[in-house]
Nanobody, 118 residues
Framework: QVQLVESGGGLVQPGGSLRLSCAGSGINFRINTMGWYRQAPGKQRELVATITSDRSTTYADVVKGRFTISRDNAKNMVYLQMNSLKPEDTAVYYC????????????WGQGTQVTVSS
């Protein structure tokens, strides 16, 4: 049974930082392309960042220079370090897993809420 479990969301002031974590199980973690997506109220789910098995990364333009995705294959974990947070970063953040960089995500976590507000 595939499970992706996110943690680390919460309420933070503008300019603050949060680190999201995602624990994966039931998949061949080290070969999967892992990703973070987000969905704000009334908007479609959008890509935030991905990291491949060889640690190549991609970022949405709106988060480049502020967010960093990383992975620890020994622990089956993927992380999203978010700095300089803005109110427009408020969303539910989802962890994803795809069999390779050429596939769409096939597995999703349940999501963790990030709220950026003063």
């Amino acid at each position: 049974q595939v499970q992706l479990v996110e943690s680390g969301g919460g309420l933070v002031q503008p300019g603050g930082s949060l680190r999201l974590s995602c624990a994966g199980s039931g998949i061949n973690f080290r070969i999967n392309t892992m990703g973070w997506y987000r969905q704000a109220p009334g908007k479609q789910r959008e890509l935030v960042a991905t990291i491949t098995s060889d640690r190549s990364t991609t970022y949405a333009d709106v988060v480049k220079g502020r967010f960093t995705i990383s992975r620890d294959n020994a622990k089956n974990m993927v992380y999203l370090q978010m700095n300089s947070l803005k109110p427009e970063d408020t969303a539910v953040y989802y962890c994803s897993a795809a069999p390779s960089r050429w596939n769409r995500p096939q597995n999703w976590g349940q999501g963790t809420q990030v709220t950026v507000s003063s």
